[in-house]
């Protein structure tokens, strides 16, 4: 890249001091500060599933949380459609304007796609939705596009030892699929998940979660609040910290992460300091969509 940038929102977590320093740039976070010259590189893996604009009905939208709505899509039941555990949708908004959504269902239950969906004051998209969330299905259709991202489970025959899941408020969105799809294909492998939220009535998923793992020896679930209740009874703290706290060495450990930009810092500074392999750390930021007030998906790297 030959020119000058800038990130109004900040440094992007999808780059490494060392590649910006290189010229490497996020198109969808940088703000050109004169002309330039770009050299552009699309990262296309072998076993990528081709992306698709297709409309969905809204089946479902039901509140789980104060600020939270799980959201259920039917796509066309004619288009197969085909994504990776952990990969997210762009809801396709007015003036090409869009949002980005984790899936939350697994690949073998993709009748109906699940979004966990967070309220933001002055959202455009998420306003809409707690404002129109008792629409009759024929009257709620919208368009997406996916499978997105690069933030997805390896399945690979050197992938066979534990995973460690990370998760903030609804990054827990994206580890969910990936959690279904291993626990529902009964793939042989030592899990733990770490879920971090403010207080316990954020804990929209909690029962769920833990009927999923029941009858389940290789996997274990550790909720973990940031704000001490005087009822709670179990962790409190950063999320990121009480992972520190309990486990010693992380090299043996395939890492997914999936939060807040702060959450995603902490882990990616810290967790190699604990022997975190970065090839095998995996994280995806949840970041505000720049002039909105819509959380949508800024960083969708892998050990950049």
């Known amino acids: 890249m030959r020119g000058a940038i800038s990130y109004p929102n900040g440094p992007p977590l999808g780059l490494s001091d060392a590649e910006m320093a290189a010229g490497y740039l996020l198109l969808c976070q940088a703000r050109a500060e004169s002309d330039l010259q770009l050299e552009l590189h699309e990262v296309r893996p072998a076993d990528r599933t081709d992306t698709l604009r297709l409309p969905c009905r809204i089946e479902t939208a039901v509140p789980v949380a ?178 520190l706290q309990d486990l010693g060495d992380l090299g043996a450990y395939d890492i997914y992460a999936a939060g807040p930009p702060a959450m995603i810092a902490a882990v990616r500074r810290e967790f190699p300091a604990r022997g975190a392999v970065p090839d095998r750390l995996y994280y995806e930021s949840f970041d505000y969509a720049p002039g909105s007030s819509d959380l949508q998906r800024t960083s969708a790297e892998t050990n950049s």
């Not at 489970?153 to 899941?165: E, F, K, Q, V």
């Not at 408020?169 to 529902?184: D, K, N, Q, W, Y």
């Not at 030592?190 to 793992?213: F, K, N, P, Q, T």
Request: charged share 20%; net charge positive.
């Open 66 to 243: 104060s600020d939270v709505m799980r959201v259920l899509l039917r796509p066309p039941p004619v288009l197969e459609f085909v994504f990776k555990p952990g990969q997210y949708v762009d809801i396709l908004l007015p003036g090409g304007r869009r949002r980005s959504f984790s899936v939350a269902s697994p690949p073998h239950d993709a009748r109906m796609l699940e979004l966990h969906v967070r309220r933001v004051p002055g959202g455009e998209f998420s306003e809409w939705l707690f404002g129109n969330a008792a629409l009759k299905p024929a009257e709620a259709l919208i368009t997406i596009e996916g499978p997105l991202g690069q933030f997805f489970y390896r399945d690979t025959p050197s992938t066979a030892g534990p995973i460690l899941m990370v998760a903030g408020g609804t990054g827990l969105a994206p580890l969910l699929s990936i959690l279904r799809h291993i626990i529902e294909k009964k793939i042989d492998r030592e899990l733990i998940l770490y879920w971090g939220v403010r207080c316990a009535r954020d804990l929209y998923a909690d029962l769920s979660l833990r009927r999923l793992l029941e009858g389940t020896t290789r996997a274990r679930y550790v909720p973990v609040l940031s704000q001490s209740e005087a009822q709670w009874q179990g962790r409190t703290g950063y999320v990121h910290a009480a992972v």
